[in-house]
């Protein structure tokens, strides 16, 4: 089909613009807009994943439009196998947090145009093949979470952190204004440092254009790798919540409203990473391979300091915030590893992560309307009156702490299998290591909220899902299974992006054979680390 790429970057958007024309009164028609702008992605994303010729690879399903021609500024849409999947997340994502977002009543109408347009910027940086463009939806995709935080968020009691805390002072700690305007400095100093990445890839590409396939068949100085790659490594980790440039991250998650958490771990923090793999590893290898092992030993940082501070924490959305910051250190470090088994677990980790955290917060979100509390000590036994969410968020935790039969268990064997095959093959055991105290702190607090006595006081009368709310864990839940049972689903996508720009990489890290080999995960499924055992 012409342009399917289009249609989806472009159908929140244009979703976003007829919400313009409607009433705010007519609340339905509101709902009903943006439920249809988001249906449409998810469709098309669907559409994508169906013809995309994943024995031929490469980008398809080409489209070009003339911007800027005399600066080599085109919008140029094309997909890869690592584009498939992503595509897939964020539409699952987009549709499941409209549906959540069914009982939002304070400025409704604009919430839904900030949500859809924050989307449509996403799903252009996983399709942009311009590099100019590329950071175009980068911008628009973070920066409606200033309002959506700041306007729609809540407060809570938390202490100013990070390298910018003296601007954190005019602000009252723990509001929402201050969640909002940490993430959104934060991110553009990030942005900051990509944009100058940028134009000395422009400048140094001889053709001086932006086209991402011309940039990857330059041979830049080694002198400017050197500048470019941790500039963007830097700038993007800032989104992926690379430490210690992660700070933003768990007062945004803590203050946003479940719709937007949803997204903001589901699928934005994945830009970051997107943008360390697609920008910085295939533009700029030869800096990239000698970068790698600090990539790898700041990953292992991200892994078990995350996993340690959300052991440590008293509310339940700070304890999936912190979470996040673990799971993406996993992400991380299945780039720095540079062999396919470790890149191919982090595009796995991405999208086995985005399911899960948009099952997380859609959980959290309900359990603090009917509880409002999100303080683990005050909650307990909430599985005797309220037992499909106790169910879905069991399921979540086991894949968060990588149970087989899980998507979260596929992504973690492989990036560990590639560390142990990396040259720094000791970037496996703090991982392993992080992973276990994963397990020690969402099964307490698991037990804790949901598994204990049967709750007393105003608890006992507490609902279980219903209506709208059963869309976000039927569909998540549901994808968090087959995608573990099924890994195949997906990496057959991801392995042919992989071993394309693999071949890419200095001979000197090219430590294993890139030939795909079978590997018996859960349940007697066979499918591709892209690495011989």
Excluded at 151 to 166: A, D, L, Q, Y
Excluded at 394 to 413: D, H, I, K, M, N
Aim: aromatic fraction near 12%.
């Amino acid at each position: 089909m012409n342009h399917l790429l289009a249609i989806t970057v472009a159908a929140p958007a244009i979703a976003a613009a007829a919400l313009l024309f409607i009433p705010n009164s007519n609340r339905i028609a509101v709902r009903l807009v943006s439920l249809i702008g988001s249906v449409i992605s998810l469709v098309t994303s669907i559409w994508v994943a169906l013809i995309y010729d994943r024995a031929l690879g490469g980008l398809q399903l080409l489209e070009t439009f003339p911007l800027v021609p005399s600066l080599g500024i085109h919008l140029k849409l094309a997909v890869d196998g690592w584009g498939v999947p992503l595509l897939l997340l964020t539409g699952v994502i987009l549709a499941t947090g409209v549906i959540t977002s069914w009982t939002v009543n304070k400025r409704d109408k604009e919430f839904f145009m900030l949500l859809l347009v924050l989307v449509a910027g996403v799903f252009g940086v996983f399709v942009s093949q311009d590099l100019f463009v590329f950071f175009l939806f980068y911008e628009i995709a973070v920066l409606p979470m200033y309002l959506l935080i700041g306007i729609w968020g809540s407060s809570h009691e938390v202490e100013p952190s990070g390298p910018f805390k003296f601007v954190w002072k005019r602000f009252k700690v723990g509001s929402r204004e201050y969640a909002a305007m940490k993430l959104t400095l934060m991110l553009l100093v990030g942005s900051a440092a990509i944009m100058v990445a940028m134009l000395l890839l422009w400048a140094n590409s001889g053709a001086r254009t932006f086209d991402l396939q011309v940039l990857e068949a330059t041979k830049f100085p080694i002198a400017v790798q050197h500048v470019i790659f941790p500039l963007v490594w830097l700038g993007f980790g800032t989104l992926a919540g690379v430490f210690p440039f992660h700070t933003w991250s768990p007062d945004g998650h803590a203050s946003a409203p479940t719709a937007v958490s949803m997204l903001h771990a589901g699928v934005l923090m994945k830009l970051g990473a997107f943008g360390v793999l697609r920008i910085g590893m295939v533009l700029v290898p030869d800096a990239a391979a000698i970068w790698a092992p600090l990539v790898g030993a700041v990953a292992v940082v991200n892994i078990l300091y995350g996993a340690l501070c959300a052991a440590s924490q008293k509310d339940l959305k700070y304890i999936i915030a912190y979470s996040s910051v673990s799971h993406m250190g996993v992400v991380m470090l299945g780039i720095a590893t540079m062999n396919a088994a470790g890149w191919n677990g982090a595009v796995y980790q991405m999208v086995a992560h985005g399911i899960m955290t948009g099952l997380f917060f859609a959980l959290v979100g309900l359990v603090y309307e009917r509880a409002h509390t999100r303080t683990i000590a005050k909650m307990g036994g909430f599985a005797h009156v309220m037992p499909a969410v106790a169910g879905f968020f069991t399921l979540a935790c086991l894949s968060s702490l990588g149970l087989p039969g899980t998507a979260g268990f596929v992504a973690e064997f492989m990036v560990f299998a590639g560390a142990a095959k990396s040259v720094n093959w000791w970037w496996a055991i703090p991982g392993v290591l992080g992973a276990f105290v994963t397990a020690v702190y969402v099964l307490r607090a698991v037990k804790t909220i949901f598994w204990g006595p049967k709750p007393e006081g105003h608890f006992e009368h507490l609902e279980d899902a219903h209506s709208t709310e059963w869309a976000a864990p039927l569909v998540l839940g549901t994808l968090l299974v087959v995608f573990g049972f099924f890994p195949r689903v997906l990496l057959d996508f991801i392995d042919v992006a992989s071993q394309e720009n693999l071949r890419r990489m200095p001979a000197q890290v090219a430590t294993a054979p890139l030939t795909p080999s079978g590997v018996e995960g859960p349940g007697g499924i066979t499918f591709s680390t892209g690495v011989t055992p």
